[in-house]
């Protein structure tokens, strides 16, 4: 089983050390940006051979439709580098712990549409069908900032209720 903490910096240029593109550099600081913000926390999964996945808690969701209608804490940008072995239900798990350490009483997040493999995973962890469709917008951008790809991806929205 992984262990899950939140990045250091030295964790983050560890991964800017193997990031294989400038966006993906971009991606990383970002991540860390927000967390040193407050606005997330920028959660790592470690084994044996080091860092094996990763996932965003936000603090707000990034859809305003999602913001007004439940106010989750949100799972965002989870990738298990390492696939099929338990990387991102125990990034998953702790993601819920922290936020019900956040008080939270609900956790959510956007599923691409076509991701089936993805949403049978957070099905069995118990995430629900909110009966929204989101728009995730996102965007790939080089070291200085400019936009190299802009990216408006339908999703669904899954919501977990972290009431005891
Ligand atoms: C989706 C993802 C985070 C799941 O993490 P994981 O570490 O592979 O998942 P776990 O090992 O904890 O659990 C396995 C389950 O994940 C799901 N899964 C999704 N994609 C998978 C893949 N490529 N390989 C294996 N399992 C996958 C399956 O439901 C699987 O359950 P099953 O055995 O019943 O088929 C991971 O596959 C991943 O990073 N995919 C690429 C990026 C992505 O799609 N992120 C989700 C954005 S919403």
């Known amino acids: ?6 990045a250091t910096r030295q964790d983050v240029d560890r991964l800017l050390a193997v990031a294989g593109s400038s966006a993906r550099r971009a991606h990383l600081e970002s991540r860390w940006v927000e967390q040193e913000r407050g606005d997330a926390a920028f959660l790592l999964a ?3 051979s080091g ?3 990763q996932a965003s808690l936000l603090r707000t969701s990034k859809y305003a439709e999602v913001v007004a209608a439940h106010d989750p804490a949100e799972i965002n940008g989870l990738h298990a580098f390492v696939q099929g072995a338990g990387v991102g239900s125990a990034l998953i798990a702790a993601a ?5 350490s956040w008080q939270r009483d609900a956790i959510g997040l956007a599923v691409e549409l076509d991701n089936s493999g993805a949403t049978r995973l957070y099905v069995r962890l118990g995430y629900r069908p909110a009966s929204l469709r989101v728009i995730d917008e996102w965007t790939e951008v080089d070291a200085d900032g400019i936009v190299l790809v802009a990216h408006a991806d339908p999703c669904d929205y899954l919501l977990k209720s972290l009431a005891p």
């Open 1 to 6: 089983m992984p262990e899950i903490r939140p």
């Open 51 to 53: 860092i094996v996945g």
């Open 96 to 100: 819920e712990d922290l936020a019900r």
């Open 46 to 48: 470690y084994d044996g």
